[in-house]
């Protein structure tokens, strides 16, 4: 059973229905994902707020390079913008963000830019912020796998651990609770090493329709779960 008054360690968001949220109100794909983009601000502030450490969010997976075009470069701007602008003001507010993924694909200069928001921000000790970009949680374990193949070790001494330790960002725990927004029920590639034994919560909203309200919600529902992992 978790304590109803401590707050989940390690949250992660599904960030869902961006584009539906768009087609709804009558708007271009971008102005989705840009209104989607401002509630991630809210509800990172409020999630941090409350206590957790660790806040991961799903922002565009391996499969995303399949949109259209121009959605493609909308979204790319918006992670320049974070890289650029907005890690400044998270730094300034404590935060380390860290970001998990493949470089595959990815144009050179968000590369670069990626990588120094990560050592400007590094210090932040408020929250750390999982950054899932061009992310399979599939493609996370066969990186894994072969970093154990380079390192040599042999095969009756791989073990949860020594798997664990492999992974993206070893020192990124396990998610407590994974929420999804817009109503599909489903994880669709995200955290699946750190998701065996997570709460999940589906909500019937879109994301960018997410409010720090929203976060005190998931909270109090998460105080009325009991978590078991197993026994």
């Not at 971008?30 to 707020?49: M, Q, R, W």
């Not at 664990?164 to 020192?171: F, I, L, R, V, Y």
């Amino acid at each position: 059973m978790i304590d109803s008054d401590k707050p989940p360690q390690h949250i992660g968001y599904i960030l869902d229905g961006n584009r539906r949220w768009a087609k709804k109100h009558g708007l271009p794909t971008y102005e989705g994902h840009l209104a989607g983009y401002n509630a991630l601000k809210d509800v990172i502030e409020a999630t941090a707020n409350a206590g957790v450490k660790y806040i991961s969010f799903y922002t565009f997976s391996t499969q995303n390079w399949a949109r259209a075009e121009g959605e493609v470069r909308g979204i790319m701007r918006l992670i320049r913008r974070l890289y650029k602008t907005d890690i400044k003001q998270l730094t300034k507010e404590g935060f380390r963000l860290v970001i998990m993924g493949a470089e595959d694909n990815i144009p050179d200069d968000i590369q670069e830019m990626g990588r120094l928001a990560e050592q400007q921000s590094r210090d932040g000790t408020r929250a750390t912020l999982v950054m899932c970009f061009n992310y399979g949680g599939q493609e996370e374990i066969v990186r894994a796998t072969r970093r154990l193949v380079v390192q040599g070790i042999q095969a009756d001494k791989i073990n949860l651990e020594s798997v664990s330790a492999a992974m993206d960002h070893p020192e990124i725990p396990a998610c407590d609770l994974i929420v999804r927004t817009s109503g599909e029920q489903r994880l669709s590639d995200f955290m699946l090493w750190r998701s065996a034994y997570s709460e999940l919560m589906f909500l019937d909203k879109y994301w960018p329709e997410m409010t720090k309200d929203d976060v005190t919600d998931i909270l109090k529902e998460y105080s009325r779960r009991i978590r078991r992992f197993g026994g």
